[in-house]
């Protein structure tokens, strides 16, 4: 495939990530997550679902950002190209297990899980959605500071294959995303507090002005000439 088709490609998958992320997170999952009674209530069990399918979109849109990079990134460095990859492949798989926890609590709410009591169902309800939590803090968070932002950030700087200015926002978005975790971890700080918040920003424009240019711009062309000429 051509190096800038790679670029472009790459880029739209990035933006799918967006189109597929944000609606759940922010409009389709809440009934669940922020609703202790969910699984003993009505329910607003499509909405769930339809979060489900959108990440399912998510998974395979962040495992193609990847492998659909990976004939470039390779040739500015192998292991760490082969290191963003792996990172996410585990990014989704933490994602695939949120779903799963999700879905979980409407199929025992719809089935009324054979005549449990309320309060056990309450009990089960909750961890599923503790679970859930985690998983977007190990996935989405952990494991992306890692590849998106350190790997990715470095692999991009390296070779100037997009505006080094844009991939030193990777660098910086990796340890920040990092620390929020540890921060989260042991009780400094909640995950939905002002510095939670403000830690997670420099990931979301990163990643964001990184689909945006690749689908726009592609590579740096006297950059990736030089990359394919010392790599070839």
């Keep these: 495939m051509n190096p800038q088709t790679i670029a472009r490609v790459t880029g739209v998958l990035f933006l799918v990530t967006y189109v597929t992320s944000i609606p759940a997170a922010f409009f389709l999952y809440p009934p669940v997550l922020d609703d202790p009674r969910y699984i003993v209530g009505a329910g607003a069990d499509t909405s769930v679902s339809l979060g489900a399918f959108l990440e399912l979109l998510l998974i395979i849109a962040n495992i193609g950002t990847a492998v659909v990079l990976w004939p470039v990134a390779k ?33 025992l709410r719809q089935a009324g899980a054979a005549g449990a009591d309320a309060d056990s169902l309450l009990a089960v309800g909750q961890s599923l959605v503790a679970l859930h939590d985690w998983t977007f803090l190990l996935g989405p968070g952990f494991v992306v500071g890692v590849g998106n932002g350190l790997i990715l950030g470095y692999l991009m700087y390296r ?3 997009v505006p080094r200015g844009l991939a030193v926002l990777g660098l910086i978005a990796g340890p920040l995303l990092l ?3 540890v921060g989260i971890l042991f009780g400094v700080f909640e995950p939905l507090s002002v510095l939670g918040g403000i830690m997670v920003v420099p990931e979301f424009i990163w990643e964001l002005a990184l689909g945006i240019w690749l689908t726009v711009r592609g590579f740096n062309p006297s950059a990736l000439a030089s990359l394919l000429r010392d790599s070839g």
Aim: glycine fraction near 8%; avoid cysteine; aromatic fraction near 8%.
């Design 159 to 161: 070779s100037g294959l």
């Design 75 to 107: 040739r500015v460095n192998e292991i760490l190209a082969l290191g963003f990859v792996t990172a996410r492949v585990m990014e989704s798989v933490f994602i695939a297990v949120g779903i799963l926890s999700l879905l979980t609590v409407v199929t």
């Design 179 to 181: 620390a929020r975790f």
